[in-house]
């Protein structure tokens, strides 16, 4: 199976974690868009999604599922993502299409959030895969700095603007032995809105799609 078709088993898999006349959080990647292909199959069981990416939003408006403003609900049964890594924690490394300030913003929200991935993003160390940093504009070499004496290699991400206007810096070789305290440490550096850590709010549930099959853990 390629790892595509693993992604979509996977994605596919989540629909069982989505209740009738909810509002489902949606995330946003490759992997989403197989889940949300399957939402199309029960988009009139739900109420509607709530999206993480003007991406998301655009190709479930596509599908007639209607998306609401955040700020318009209260809460969330359940949010799907996908991520670039996830630890035997549970804990992730997001961010690799550049959602992550508003997949945090919405993953907070949920009771519940479902990660869905391939078997190449299970890793036992988070780091491999170079760490996500949205970036005010003005404060990118600053932060870039920082970063540097936190022992990581940052690198701009060229062309690339968030939906929210900012910028991204990559960060390569940084030691996550401690996620949950890197998170914090970075989000105190000045200028940052967010990285790709998701190790305070991690994964409740992560559906793995395997050559034998999806994997509910
Ligand atoms: O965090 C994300 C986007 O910001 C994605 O969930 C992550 O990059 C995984 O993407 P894909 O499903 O395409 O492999």
Redo the contacts with the bound molecule.
């Keep these: 199976m390629t790892q595509d078709e693993l992604?979509k088993a996977a994605a596919w898999a989540a629909l069982e974690f989505v209740n009738e006349n909810t509002i489902v959080g949606v995330?946003?990647?490759?992997?989403?868009?197989h889940f949300i292909d399957a939402l199309d199959t029960v988009k009139d069981t739900i109420t509607g999604a709530v999206s993480?990416?003007e991406a998301s939003t655009e190709k479930l408006k596509a599908l007639g599922i209607e998306v609401f403003e955040l700020n318009d609900v209260s809460s969330l049964d359940v949010y799907v993502?996908?991520?670039?890594e996830i630890n035997p924690h549970n804990e992730m490394i997001?961010?690799?299409?550049?959602?992550?300030t508003r997949?945090k913003i919405v993953s907070a929200v949920a009771k519940q959030f479902v990660c869905?991935?391939?078997e190449s993003?299970e890793v036992t160390t988070l780091g491999a895969f170079p760490l996500?940093v949205e970036v005010i504009p003005m404060a990118r070499s600053y932060v870039a700095r920082e970063l540097v004496k936190l022992g990581g290699d940052p690198v701009y991400r060229e062309g690339v603007v968030t939906d929210n206007g900012n910028v991204i810096l990559d960060v390569h070789n940084l030691d996550i032995s401690n996620a949950k305290e890197l998170e914090l440490t970075i989000n105190q550096i000045v200028g940052v809105v967010t990285n790709?850590l998701f190790a305070h709010r991690g994964a409740d549930k992560v559906i793995i799609g395997t050559k034998n099959g999806p994997q509910i853990k």
Excluded: R
């Design positions: 992604k995330g946003t990647g490759s992997t989403v868009n993480s990416s993502d996908g991520a670039d997001k961010g690799g299409g550049a959602a992550l997949e869905i991935v391939d993003k996500p790709g």
